[in-house]
């Protein structure tokens, strides 16, 4: 098994910066990718930015692309998600994954709540 702890969400203005990390731990021998994911209230969840495990290979929502970089560090099986320019309609639950093959995430974290008002 493999847990996800996420944290780094909280409240900021319109324009402001939040960074989240996600840190891995448990079976973390076979992780292929890891990413984000969000879900607005009311809303269906949402592909945010996803980076491979041994290219950093990255890619990104087109909402979100030019504003928000993901970054890795294999050595701490963690994630990051730096979000800069925050918009209002960036507020949503923010869902760190992660993927042991190709086709789908396995594990998900329990979320941390992003909140930009403006």
């Known amino acids: 098994q493999v847990q996800l702890v996420e944290s780094g969400g909280g409240l900021v203005q319109a324009g402001g910066s939040l960074r989240l990390s996600c840190a891995a731990s448990g079976r973390t021998l076979s992780i292929h990718a890891m990413g984000w994911f969000r879900q607005a209230l009311g809303k269906g969840r949402e592909f945010v930015a996803d980076?491979?495990?041994?290219?950093?290979?990255?890619d990104y929502a087109d909402s979100v692309r030019g504003r928000f970089t993901i970054s890795r560090d294999n050595a701490k099986n963690s994630v990051y998600l730096q979000m800069n320019s925050l918009k209002p309609e960036d507020t949503a639950v923010y869902y760190c994954?992660?993927?042991?093959?190709?086709?789908?995430?396995?594990?998900w974290g329990q979320g941390t709540q992003v909140t930009c008002s403006s």
């Open positions: 980076i491979s495990w041994s290219g950093g290979n990255s």
């Open positions: 994954a992660l993927a042991t093959g190709h086709s789908q995430y396995d594990y």
